[in-house]
Every structure is written in C-alpha cells, then in structure tokens.
C-alpha cells in the first residue's frame, strides 16, 4: 500500500520550474541566505607632488609638470594634489588622469594663492594664477563633485603670497584636500594647518555630508620638527610623512596600505609622494 504524503511536502518539479521562469522574466537575482552584501573594498592611491612652477624659485625647471603627469600614466593614482603650480599645470596633469581613468571620471580643480599688494590672485612669473590643484577620480556611477576652497586667516604680514587650501568633494565617495603652508614661520604653518584640520574640513563636513577625507600637500612641517607637524594631525586621522615636509592625512576610515616617495629627476626640489589607501564604496 503506498504511503501518505506528508503535508510538508515541497512543490511538484512543474511548480519549481515555473517559479523559476517567472523570476527569470522578471529580471529577479535570487541571494542564497548568508551572503554577503557589503560593499567591497578597493584601492585609493593619491600622488602628492610640488611642481614649483613659479619661476620665482631656484627649484623651478619647467620640467615638473612633464615628468608628474608621466607619475600618472605609471602609478594611475586616483588623486593627484599639486603644490606651487601654475593655472595651465592642472590641465596638463587632468589630461594625464583622464587617460588613465575616462575622460568623464576626472575632476579638476584649481585655488590661486592671494596677493597680499593688489588682493587679487597670485601670479607666475609667466603670468599665469599660481596655487595649489587637485585633480580626483570620481568614481563610476557616482557622477558629480563640488569645489571648496578659502584663504587662511593667519598670514605673515611681510610675504605677498597668501596661502591657500582646496577640497574636491568627490561624488559621494570622498574629499580629497591639498595645501601648500606658509615657509617663512613654522609657528604660522602649524596656525594653518590647524584651521584646516580644525575648522575648515569640519565645517566642510558639517555643511555638507560627512565623507572620508585626505589630506596632502607641502606643509612647510615636520614629523618630529619644531613645531610638529603631529600638533595639527586630529585624534581621528593617520598621518604618514616623505621623511621632509611633505605630509598626508586621512581619516581613520581609510586605512593606509603603504606609501613610497618617488624621485622627480631632478625637475624640481621633492619627490613625489604617493600614499595607498582602501576605500570602501
């Protein structure tokens, strides 16, 4: 005598394979339980270089510019922060990242420092605005960034420079910040550095959306100096150094992989400094 069917059991071959052809047509993924759906991480390289394009300056080749956007088609960072550049120096560098990246994936931006005689922008001796750059992937499907910049309240009274910070807001994925701090006092740069990473990022954050954020640039400060430059690195930041003046920080949430000074062939007076992080997106 055949047995009783159970009244737990599954669905006829038929019926499976018609709920299958439903979710199939209509377009359905089905996730086996216990998957994962966190977001994967990925590589964030940022590559910090001083170009010293001024022509003010004895370290000034007019060969800097050449030989980072060279960095770029080599190392493919993400981000590339440019100190003492010239206004035609970002586009030379953006060309180089959109080769690596797409040409609709690159942000670029520029902040002249001030003059301090005329209170206009500061100027090459080419004649061309001189400042500070960055230059940001934005990640794919995640279109879009904005711009923030501004002037450092503290300066020194007898230098007609006026320096300047900068923050690409890259899509909803990150900030990316560069600087380039005052020379002549390291009481005064360690003032600036301070209102960045005191006041203005986080102002940044609180007007906007919190982000993760980096920060690199020529700080005219040094790990161990005097000042130092650890007095102006928040609780919640990394900070890692080129062994000279050159710093970078970021938040806790990017962790740092590794950082490698790279030689500049003699274009100009520092290396370029490149810092891997992971960035989950």
Known sequence: MAGRQSPLRGPSRAARLLLATVLLLAGCTVTAPG???????VELR??????????????HTGEAPARAAELVRVERPHVVTLNEACR???ELLRSAMAAV???????PAFA??????TGGP???LNGQEYGVGVVAHVPTGDRGHAVHSGIYPAQDPDDPEERAWLCVEAGSAYHACTTHLAYTSSTLALAQCNHLLGTAIPQ???DGRYLPTVVSGDLNLRHGGDPDVRACVPVDYQHRHDGGVQQFMATDDLPVAATRAIGMEGTTDHPAFLVTLTLTH
């Open 204 to 206: 940044l954050h609180a």
């Open 46 to 59: 940022v590559l910090q270089v001083n170009l010293c394009s001024s022509g003010l300056a004895g370290c």
């Open 101 to 107: 990246h797409g040409d609709d994936a690159v942000a």
């Open 112 to 117: 002249p420092a001030r003059n301090r005689r």
């Open 88 to 90: 035609d120096d970002l």
């Open 122 to 124: 500061y100027h090459c």
């Open 35 to 41: 998957a994962d759906d966190a977001p994967t991480p």
